[in-house]
Nanobody, 114 residues
């Protein structure tokens, strides 16, 4: 069982930047991939970015060129650098780890003001 803790959310003006961190503890060797998802009010949770144990990354079209996922799964921490933030990026951002099934953190709020 994993314990995932997100940090780094907050309030930022449009065009600004934030860096989210996800720290993990527990059975790290079982993680196949980690990802960031987000959920805005009234909307479904959506994938933002994913990184595999091998370092392969993929992004939602809406964040390509603005967000960067990085980190090292065996070193227990994954980051999401968010640049050129837009009001539509406002959401609760969740850290996800896939170990054969999805495991989730509690989320961190990101609010982008116009």
């Amino acid at each position: 069982q994993l314990h995932l803790v997100e940090s780094g959310g907050g309030l930022v003006q449009a065009g600004g930047s934030l860096r989210l961190s996800c720290a993990t503890s527990g059975t790290i060797f079982s993680i196949n991939a980690m990802a960031w998802y987000r959920q805005a009010p009234g909307k479904q949770r959506e994938l933002v970015a994913r990184i595999t144990r091998a370092g392969t990354t993929n992004y939602a079209d809406s964040v390509k060129g603005r967000f960067t996922i990085s980190g090292d799964i065996p070193k227990n921490t994954v980051y999401l650098q968010m640049n050129s933030l837009k009001p539509e990026d406002t959401a609760v951002y969740y850290c996800n780890a896939y170990t054969g099934y999805d495991q989730w953190g509690r989320g961190t709020q990101v609010t982008v003001s116009s």
